[in-house]
């Protein structure tokens, strides 16, 4: 995505609006996007989820087979009818992130190059993100309250990750997709919970994992790595007669 991301202020911002259309042409280019333990159900049902390589995996949903590339996205950059999109994309110009300089603090910021974002003396039906006296409108005061409940959910999906590799639950993996003709198509590597390690694990971990809904959240998340087979279609645009299969493995 080619976005100038900057911390919001009044000083910086106070003639900015945001125009209400959306337009969500910045995530042709997205392959995946980090979401929240509360959107695994919801998110299923169309994108595999999957967690990132490194050090901190991360839940994601996948938007696409190939990296740099959105399969959700029509010609006219709009998602199917009906179709769920996921919440850190909902709050696109905005977004949020915790301050360097203090570990309780967050920033709210904006990318600058999004086209919702206008001098508001352009577009006399953008809305002001602050008042003339530079205190936050009554928009960018619900926005921000939406960014802070979101982040919170996402740290919680964070956590879920990390617990997963620190008791080994975690492996690389790629899918791949096979034809009927018998040609396949291999994805990129990511993680997802490696079944034999999870039936293992020991009760007291079980139990704990259970009250804060992680077992829901794996049971989501090995069911929706079936959805690989149903992008790679969207994808490819393959008539029913050359129905693809999917097999994951290493």
């Not at 169309?46 to 087979?65: R, Y």
């Not at 990750?161 to 975690?170: E, R």
């Amino acid at each position: 995505m080619n976005s100038q991301l900057q911390p919001l202020s009044p000083v910086q911002h106070l003639g900015t609006g945001l125009r209400t259309a959306k337009d969500w042409s910045f995530c042709q280019p997205l392959d995946a996007v980090p979401i929240a333990l509360n959107e695994f159900a919801d998110l299923s049902c169309q994108h595999p989820i999957i967690f990132s390589l490194g050090s901190v995996p991360q839940p994601l949903a996948i938007l696409g087979t190939q990296a740099g590339k959105n399969d959700f996205l029509d010609a006219q950059h709009q998602w199917p009818p009906h179709h769920k999109v996921p919440i850190a994309l909902q709050h696109h110009p905005f977004s949020i992130t915790k301050d360097s300089s203090g570990a309780t603090r967050a920033i709210v910021l904006i990318d600058a190059s999004a086209s919702r974002l206008v001098p508001l003396e352009e577009d006399d039906s953008a809305v002001p993100l602050f008042t003339f006296d530079g205190h936050p409108s009554p928009l960018l005061s619900t926005i921000t309250q939406e960014l802070g409940i979101h982040w919170r959910a996402l740290q919680e999906g964070i956590a879920f990750g990390q617990a997963l590799n620190k008791t080994g639950l975690l492996e690389d993996v790629r899918a791949t997709i096979r034809l009927s003709d018998g040609s396949t198509h291999t994805t990129r590597t990511f993680r997802r919970v490696k079944l034999s390690a999870y039936r293992a694990l020991p009760e007291m971990e079980l139990n704990s994992w259970f009250r804060r809904g992680w077992i829901d959240a794996i049971a989501v998340h090995l069911a929706s790595l079936n959805r690989w087979m149903h992008l790679f279609e969207r994808s490819q645009q393959w008539s029913p007669v050359n129905s693809p299969q999917t097999h994951v493995g290493e």
